[in-house]
């Protein structure tokens, strides 16, 4: 069953945001930010139905209210178009250093316009999607059209909006007067899905089609049919997130496109490691020219998880260098052995928790190791197979002075 958690962060102008976290039952196969729609909020039905939908295909979703809106700090008045998208790219920063940077952004209403304009600003957006995205931000002031000469004149006006009153500055119209929102999605290069009602009576479907031809390939249009602007039919919003997910798949970066390894120098007394350009700690490895490894990040720290970790690949080393000294050493013996398993784990402890450390301040690591040999052996045997186990040569290396020297190798 999908899980949701509460979330907050700082926002563009300093207010702490109040967000959401849409989790799925397994694995997350990538996160989605999502933006809502003009003074509305996270909770809206579209946010949380197409939130729902998304995590039943593994994709989790992170939607937050604005400044000044829901339940996020800050004075509504004192934001504008470039606060919203300053919001999002917050949120993304939040993503990358607690969860993983989103993968796709999906914006509503002037979400989507939001989406749009900060699509280049969050580097790791593979997928951008809009549902009845308006093609120019000025196109909200015709939620308050009888109130701009007023605004204009007297710097703010309070008006109605959805049945509730906001005040609404003139720095506001000015901010989405000086948008160039179509210029950006000319140069978006991330994949774009356009969703828009045909009968949309809040944003007309010429705007679908502006921000059509603006875009280059890869780029698709959804009609909505009978959809309404807010989506509240929850059939609609359900379809949304299906489509999502489906088209989403072909651009989000995974396991299955890390890169062939084929343009890594090969060398045969050694290890060259190199970036693939498919994540942002994703590297292909080279092993004396004849084997091909992977090394990543969890997606818990803004990797891809395509692949083990260093701190993976050392505890790979010292495992598997233990487990072969014991296979070694009780072959030669003779013994009975008829396999050995070795389980580590590796965490970062205070030094005055180490009784065996000789630092005394600050944090060391920690590795933990545990031995499981079967077969017909002795209890003598068991404990000099074990003990052999700590005459490995990495386990040498690693509790003897290592001398690393590293050079700039000019191309």
């Known amino acids: 069953m999908a899980r949701s958690e509460k979330v907050t962060f700082k926002g563009a102008l300093g207010d702490t945001l109040a967000?959401?976290?849409?989790?799925?039952q397994g694995e997350v196969k990538a996160y989605a930010l999502f933006a809502h729609c003009f003074t509305c909020g996270k909770d809206i039905f579209a946010a949380s139905r197409i939130a729902e939908g998304l995590t039943a295909h593994g994709i989790a979703v992170l939607r937050f209210d604005f400044t000044g809106l829901g339940a996020s700090e800050g004075d509504f008045a004192n934001t504008n178009f470039t606060s919203n998208v300053g919001d999002l790219v917050a949120a993304a920063d939040h993503m990358r250093t607690n969860l993983s940077a989103p993968k796709i952004l999906i914006g509503h209403s002037l979400g989507g316009a939001a989406v749009l304009a900060a699509a280049s600003k969050i580097d790791e957006v593979e997928a951008v999607c809009t549902i009845g995205a308006p093609a120019d931000p000025g196109h909200t002031a015709n939620n308050f059209a009888d109130d701009i000469k007023k605004i204009d004149a007297e710097g703010e006006a309070e008006v109605?909006?959805?049945?509730?009153?906001?005040?609404?500055?003139?720095?506001?119209?000015?901010?989405i007067r000086s948008q160039k929102l179509l210029a950006n999605v000319s140069n978006l290069r991330k994949a774009l899905l356009i969703f828009h009602s045909p009968?949309?009576?809040?944003?007309?479907?010429?705007?679908?089609?502006?921000?059509?031809?603006?875009?280059?390939?890869?780029?698709?249009?959804?009609?909505?049919?009978?959809?309404?602007?807010?989506?509240?039919?929850?059939?609609?919003?359900?379809y949304c997130a299906n489509v999502i997910a489906a088209w989403a798949e072909r651009y989000i970066t995974s396991g299955k496109d890390i890169g062939?390894?084929?343009?890594?120098?090969?060398?045969?007394?050694?290890?060259?490691?190199?970036?693939?350009?498919?994540?942002?700690?994703?590297n292909v490895v080279s092993v004396g020219g004849r084997h091909t490894l992977y090394g990543d990040e969890p997606m818990s720290v803004g990797g891809n998880d395509s692949g083990p970790s260093p701190y993976d690949y050392l505890l790979t080393a010292l495992g598997t260098c233990k487990s072969m000294t014991m296979?070694?050493?009780?072959?030669?013996?003779?013994?009975?052995?008829?396999q050995a398993r070795v389980t580590l784990r590796h965490k970062k402890i205070h030094a005055e928790d180490c009784v065996a450390c000789e630092t005394e301040k600050g944090m060391v690591d920690l590795i933990n190791i545990g031995i499981e040999l079967s077969g017909d052996l002795s209890d003598e045997q068991r404990q000099k197979i074990f003990e052999i186990a700590e005459r490995c040569p990495v386990h040498q290396t690693l509790t003897h002075e290592v001398s690393l020297q590293a050079e700039l190798i000019e191309k």
Request: charged share 30%; net charge neutral.
């Open 19 to 24: 967000a959401r976290l849409d989790l799925p």
């Open 160 to 175: 109605t909006l959805v049945g509730r009153p906001f005040r609404i500055k003139k720095q506001f119209l000015d901010d």
């Open 199 to 238: 009968i949309d009576q809040t944003v007309g479907i010429e705007n679908a089609q502006e921000i059509y031809l603006a875009a280059k390939h890869p780029k698709s249009f959804v009609s909505l049919d009978t959809a309404d602007h807010l989506l509240s039919k929850r059939a609609d919003a359900i």
């Open 260 to 282: 062939t390894g084929e343009d890594v120098p090969a060398i045969s007394d050694g290890v060259v490691v190199q970036e693939t350009g498919k994540g942002t700690f994703t």
């Open 327 to 338: 296979r070694m050493y009780a072959d030669r013996k003779g013994w009975p052995l008829k």
